[in-house]
């Protein structure tokens, strides 16, 4: 079994910021693709009218799933949070005990690894 930390995330965009939203949403996609070895998939959905936005996040292990979120609070989270608002949080695989005190204000439901293939 590999330990893999997957978070799917769904975000309703705040009417009137979904440019704010884009532009930012541009900058973290980048960081994470320069600075991030550890993330393995950071996939990015949009509804075709623009209200709401699916995140999808694979991470090696739980190392480089608090990579991911240490380096998001502290460079975008504060300009996130005045573009969106969280609607649902999804955890899958066995996150650390570190992982999960994170992710703790965000209420997030946890799917714990059942069966499957993977490749």
């Not at 978070?7 to 960081?31: Q, S, W």
Request: aromatic letters at 12%; one cysteine or more.
């Amino acid at each position: 079994m590999n330990e893999n930390v997957i978070l799917a995330v769904e975000f309703a965009v705040i009417p009137g910021r979904f440019e704010d939203f884009k532009t930012l949403a541009a900058e973290i996609i980048e960081a994470t693709q320069h600075n991030e070895p550890g993330t393995l998939n950071y996939e990015w959905a949009i509804s075709d009218d623009r209200q709401v936005c699916h995140v999808y996040e694979r991470f090696r292990d739980s190392v480089a799933a608090m990579t991911h979120m240490v380096r998001f609070n502290a460079n975008f989270a504060a300009r996130f949070g005045e573009t969106v608002k969280l609607v649902r949080f999804v955890v899958y695989g066995r996150p650390s005990a570190q992982v999960k005190d994170a992710l703790s204000g965000a209420s997030p439901v946890y799917m714990a690894p059942f069966g499957g293939v993977s490749r």
